[in-house]
């Protein structure tokens, strides 16, 4: 058979596709919990910076939690979760009274597990009742963390850190200026 355009140069074959992390979509989903990062963290001497977030994660940006360093206290966790910047799912360790609003969570999201995969964090917590667990005593703990960070240097009047905001005990009470 004849070509249809003899005088056609071939073309050159087509570029192979770049093999890209695919999720996997039959990943099991996890237990995790669920939290958000606070809006303004106290930090500096004598807690009187505010600053928004943390270094890797927007205020208000949600997270979900897959491991606690029960051992030092649990005031440190990995969390998995949109990069600031870029908005890429990272997983990274971060203090535990950055984060507020723990809830039990099963999570479906393969972007999620797949990140968590390749960190060897797949696991997630045993079953909803064991998440909830760890979720209340989070809580407990990040509020405590969060008191401790310069106890004895008064809050601003309308301070925007998280214990203020969220009326937590310890903060600004002292002052009185708490309403
Ligand atoms: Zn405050």
Request: glycine share 12%.
């Amino acid at each position: 058979m004849n070509r249809p355009f003899p005088d056609e140069p071939e073309l050159p074959p087509l570029p192979q596709p770049v093999p890209q992390p695919v999720p996997r979509p039959d990943a099991e989903p996890v237990w995790l919990a669920a939290a958000n990062v606070v809006a303004w963290r106290r930090c500096g001497p004598g807690g009187r910076e505010l600053r928004p977030g943390t270094k890797s994660f927007k205020g208000g940006a949600k997270v979900y939690v897959a491991r606690v360093y029960w051992g030092p206290g649990g005031d440190r966790v990995t969390a998995v979760g949109r990069e600031r910047h870029t908005g890429r799912w990272i997983v990274i360790d971060t203090a535990t009274r950055h984060l507020h609003s723990f809830r039990p969570k099963l999570v479906h999201t393969p972007r999620v597990l797949e990140r968590l995969g390749s960190a060897h964090r797949a696991g997630g917590f045993t079953g909803p009742e064991r998440t909830a667990e760890v979720c209340e005593t989070l809580e407990r703990y990040a509020r405590q963390y969060r008191a401790e960070i310069a106890p004895r240097s008064p809050h601003p009047d309308r301070c925007l850190c998280h214990a203020c905001l969220a009326g937590e005990t310890g903060a600004a009470g002292e002052t009185g200026a708490a309403g």
